[in-house]
């Protein structure tokens, strides 16, 4: 990507998505991220595979059942009892961000992260960032080289 397409915050993303795929998302460093703690404020996502098992009414009691315990550590006396309840937290559950970056970082994270390799979490959160860049400037989606979350992945060419 040329100099000037690698320069400045001028694209910005809201991201909602689960703590484990965040983990990923976290590695770019070109960026600028501003972070909320984690919490379980926002829900948690239930993964289709916990869906296609029929374990998924086995699954949200779990996860209510974090989200219970969290809560009484936060509310516990001790002046790091909110910080302490964050390592209870299950992955699950949605984390806010917002991502600052130029136009190469959303190119480079939305074809890095789309790939049928990587989590379904990521993938959309970058075919998201590619379809809001191109939404808005609909001459750059040329450049994006984007692999479409909505097509069947098959397992056996990841």
Known sequence: ?????????????????????????????????????????????????????????????????????????????????????????????RKRTLFKMDFAEAVYISELRTTPAGHTSYRNVAYAMYEAVAAKYPELAKYFRVHDVREPVDLLKR
Not at 16 to 22: E, N, P
């Open 1 to 93: 990507m040329l100099r000037p397409f690698s320069a400045g915050q001028q694209f910005r993303f809201d991201i909602l998505m689960d703590i484990g795929g965040f983990r990923d998302m976290h590695r770019h460093r070109r960026c600028v991220q501003i972070m909320k703690d984690f919490t379980t404020v926002h829900g948690f996502d239930t993964p289709a595979e916990v869906e296609a098992a029929g374990s998924r009414s086995e699954y949200e009691t779990a996860m209510r059942g974090a989200e219970s315990a969290v809560l009484k550590i936060a509310s516990s006396r001790g002046d790091e009892a909110a910080q302490n309840a964050q390592y209870g937290i299950p992955l699950g559950f």
